[in-house]
């Protein structure tokens, strides 16, 4: 249970990492190029930790409560948004932090992709567990071919 969780924290912190260093260097490409601004040194090693720490509270708020199968629909829809909020509040605290943003423009448009990206890491992670799925589908049925 340990490895299923350490897996799906580097899971969620490469998928999370990923996509963040595309949003920048995109951004970097179309807001900054022209202006003679860049980026510090530090930013992607910051988003990597972010990214980290989000992976963490992910897999301590929604995987351990996967787990019980009693939960109510209820109890997990507010779990989600508890989520939700705690890592906008991480992410725009890192934000604020290590210069991810200026301004109220800044602001916004962070918070925007954040939104994106939260909705990218879900179906990211969806993807991820019906691959998961298929694979062990897959060894079952060599099993049952095999006796």
Known sequence: MIMNRLQLIFEQTMLVSFMVLCYISVYGLLALSGKGQGFDWYI????????????????????????NKDESPVNYYIRVILHFVLLYGLIMGFGYLFYWYRGRVGFILTSLIYVLIYAGAWIGTLILFRRDEKLISDALDKIRDEE
Request: hydrophobic share 60%; charged share 5%; aromatic share 8%.
């Open 44 to 67: 992607p090693g910051s988003v990597v930790l972010a990214s980290f720490l989000c992976s963490l509270v992910t897999v301590l708020l929604l995987y351990t409560a996967a787990e």
